[in-house]
């Protein structure tokens, strides 16, 4: 066959193409003629937990939203006014006017509705706050995952990829053994605080279709968020698929009680479940004029010494909101986490935080900190069901 100049330029496009998904490029997904059709409808598998301890007492919020092929951009918006907490879709290579989404949500579990909504929208929970909950964009490796719904949290199996087999020569032979990676994510309704979560997996159940365990390896945190990635070692002849996969997840909740200091230039003291509280002023720093310092110093006082070590690690994981007078620009004050972490001496808990206050965001009349006072250890449950192996 001929090898025209038309044929090469095919050629040397195939080879660009190739390459480009070998590197994982980002698809420009704007240039697409017409609408994205919605993809089909999906749910999470949603557990009854009236049995549960802890999570029988809980309140999961709730949702109801109906409608049919609706541009991501205006189906952000319902979905926005319906959610509890206001959700936007913060970046993304898709045209928004162009991909279209369908949901039909009757008194749904807020979080499958949410996870429903990032399927349709092909995006990833990037933030969720109180006050915000921020959308982005998945690249075109990104599978949809599979969720799990246990009251007011979700799991989500994001898949399994298969490394190269081994052989256990160190261990004096053997058969060749291979290993595989699978990645988990945690997601809390947003009104919740969380002080520990996705450190680590126990699995109930986990076998392939023959009978065969699967063993797991220590687990390790991923790249980013809540992620989480367990490597397991697979059996010698492995099936192909998982019919169930069973476990838990422990989470660490934090059980809060406000500290209002109405004058962040000022000192504030306030006791609360024993323990003294004590805001120091708010401090330019000499090297910024948009970065200010405060710091927050616990004393356990009648706290229950027992419980004291433990809080000590939650307390820096408080939630702090500011008041502003005359925010301009839509820029808001914000509060980087305490690096480094603190350490605390005796009775004694110093947290040191850097406040944002760029130009446009007002000035700082208020300062609301959601002190945790207890810790509510909870295993939350999830299950999935055939899974493919890779």
Known sequence: MKNDGKGRSIKRAAIILAACIAADCEWNHTRAQGPIPAPPARSGNILDVSAH???????????????????????????????????????TAIDLDQQLATLHLRDALFLDGLLQFRHQTHTLIRQATPTMISLGYAGPDDGVPLWCVAGPFAVT?????????????????????????????????????????????????LEDEKGQAIAVQPASRGGAGRQLNVEVTLPENPGRRIPLMKGTVPVTLMVTEPVESPDPMQQHVQVIKGMTVTV??????????????FSVNYYRGDYPAEKWKEMTDALPNAR????????????TIGT??????????????????????????????????????????IDVPFEFRDLILP
């Open 320 to 331: 702090l909101k500011f008041r502003a007078i005359n925010p301009t620009s839509g820029s």
């Open 280 to 293: 120091k002023p708010l401090v330019q720093q000499e090297t910024s004029p948009t970065f200010r310092r």
């Open 53 to 91: 301890p802890i999570l029988k007492t809980m309140q999961p919020s709730r949702i109801t939203l109906d409608f049919d092929n609706q541009p991501a951009r205006q189906a952000a918006s319902l979905f926005s006014a319906a959610s509890p907490v206001p959700v936007e879709i913060v970046r």
């Open 157 to 205: 199996y994001q898949g399994m990829s298969r490394m190269i087999a081994f052989r256990g020569a160190s261990r004096g032979g053997g058969p060749p053994l291979s290993r595989a990676t699978m990645v988990f994510d945690f997601l809390a309704e947003p009104h919740l605080t969380i002080n520990r979560a996705m450190e680590t997996i126990k699995f109930e159940t």
């Open 336 to 377: 980087f986490a305490p690096s480094p972490r603190p350490v605390p001496e005796g009775d004694n808990l110093l947290v040191n935080y850097t406040v944002s206050v760029p130009p446009g965001a007002g000035t700082p009349a208020g300062l609301t900190i959601d002190v945790p006072v207890e810790l509510q250890h």
